[in-house]
């Protein structure tokens, strides 16, 4: 499965953004989904997951009731509704897809093997 997200940019803190992840060449409800960030200077870093039909959410404790993951199969598109926007929220977006994960295994990096090439969000002080 080929990922592409879109909707990064520049927003002041207190803003909020959607992020979007457009999924092509398999099925897309066959994929687990998750968004994960890598800021400047910092390792990449999980922030929230989402299951096949979206059933079952996963959430890092830094993003939990500020962000929404949420997907439309019909569309093959993941999202990330992203509010209360602070400027450690800085990074590189990037969607995951693995075809198999359970519990703990959204949580890593090294469990997906798809990835899109990431957008930036920037969120100004």
């Known amino acids: 499965v080929q990922l592409l997200e879109s909707g990064g940019g520049l927003v002041q803190a207190g803003g909020s953004l959607r992020l979007s992840c457009a999924a092509s060449?398999?099925?897309?409800?066959?994929?687990?989904m998750a968004w994960f960030r890598q800021g400047p200077g910092k390792e990449r870093e999980f922030v929230a997951g989402i299951t096949r039909f979206g059933g079952g959410l996963y959430y890092a404790d830094a993003v939990k009731g500020r962000f929404t993951i949420s997907r439309d199969n019909a569309k093959n598109t993941l999202y990330l509704q992203m509010n209360s926007l602070k400027p450690e929220d800085t990074a590189v977006y990037v969607c995951a897809g693995a075809e198999s994960l359970t519990g703990s295994d959204y949580y890593k990096a090294s469990n997906y093997p798809y990835w899109g090439q990431g957008t930036q969000l920037t969120v100004s002080s």
């Open positions: 060449g398999r099925t897309f409800s066959n994929y687990a």
